[in-house]
């Protein structure tokens, strides 16, 4: 019940930060250079057809009457019309939306696959040379680009190999969308288990000198149970905090990485759209990311509770 308590109480701490999301992204939109009624209407279209298209989108209205129009609309899921697309906002989300999350929860999981072993076996051999290569190898993956390994990858297992696509998108079967997802999945993922691998580390190599590490050994556990629920239940805690800022940037970062391997995902759609200058389709992209962030977070809260029994609802 406590627990129940608190997710509603999160629930209702998010609602003011949307608010002034929805804020800040209506006034950036209108304050971008360029006039979205002289886009619909063509650059040759004569001043009484632009007029007529600004009073169509409502742009003659004063600021906050647009605004207020936009949040009852966003409340009513009613995210208007593409202006490059002409097609609804929403229904063009809803396409592309599960392309993104299945890229991120994919290249989270690749990152968390390579992070936990990587990090407890750097964290135990400390400053020996499994310690030292898996560092090395860490600050290398930070350092490279993801679009310039993304480039490697293609011209390695779809050029060269034959292996793997190299980019787009083959929704005919669930096997096909997963080859078309691993080479992205992956290039994301490196950075992501590099910050992982290194946060890890250190948290083991902190923890193993802890008291209770020393104790629970004394009583007679077993190696894997001091393991298990002394020594990497407790270095998670600092992990998971890490990698919820990861997958928001995972999220963020999908921009780049659906433009490369030609992904219809939200980030090739933001693409699409800034490029166009879609004011629309910009400004409901920009929420709904910011209302995943907030998901993210949401989450990565409720699980501390099960990693540390001292946080407190």
């Known amino acids: 019940m406590r627990r129940l308590n608190y997710i509603l109480k999160r629930l209702l701490q998010m609602l003011p930060v949307l608010l002034v999301v929805t804020i800040m992204t209506f006034l950036m939109i209108h304050l971008i250079p360029g006039d979205p009624a002289r886009i619909m209407a063509g650059e040759k279209a004569r001043p009484d057809a632009v007029e007529a298209m600004r009073v169509k989108l409502g742009l003659d209205k004063p600021l906050w009457e647009q605004y207020w129009i936009y949040l009852k609309n966003l409340v009513t899921l009613d995210l208007g019309t593409s202006m490059k697309f002409s097609r609804p906002v929403a229904e063009m989300i809803g396409e592309r939306l599960p392309v993104t999350i299945a890229l991120t929860l994919f290249s989270t999981a690749l990152g968390l696959l390579f992070a936990l072993p990587l990090g407890y076996v750097a964290g135990l051999q400390k400053d020996q040379p499994t310690d030292h290569a898996i560092r090395i190898s860490t ?91 002394h020594i990497i239940r407790n270095s998670m805690v600092s992990t998971v905090t890490l990698l919820s800022m990861r997958m928001a940037a995972l999220l963020g970062g999908s921009v780049i990485i659906e433009t490369v391997f030609a992904l219809p995902g939200i980030g090739k759609l933001t693409y699409d759209a800034i490029s166009a200058r879609d004011y629309t389709v910009v400004q409901s992209v920009v929420f709904l990311f910011a209302l995943l962030v907030l998901v993210v977070n949401l989450l990565t809260d409720i699980i501390y509770s099960f990693l540390d029994p001292r946080v407190e609802f």
Not at 170 to 189: G, N, R, V
Not at 207 to 212: A, K, T, V
């Open 139 to 229: 600050l290398v993956a930070i350092a490279m680009p993801s679009f310039w390994v993304g480039l490697l990858l293609m011209i390695l297992f779809s050029v060269t190999l034959h292996w793997l696509p190299a980019g787009g998108w083959d929704a005919t079967s669930l096997f096909s969308e997963f080859k078309c997802l691993i080479l992205p999945a992956f290039t994301q993922s490196l950075m992501t288990a590099a910050i992982l691998i290194r946060d890890m580390r250190n948290s083991v190599v902190d923890i193993i000198r802890q008291d209770y590490v020393d104790f629970a050994k004394s009583k007679g556990l077993s190696a894997g149970a001091v393991r298990r629920r």
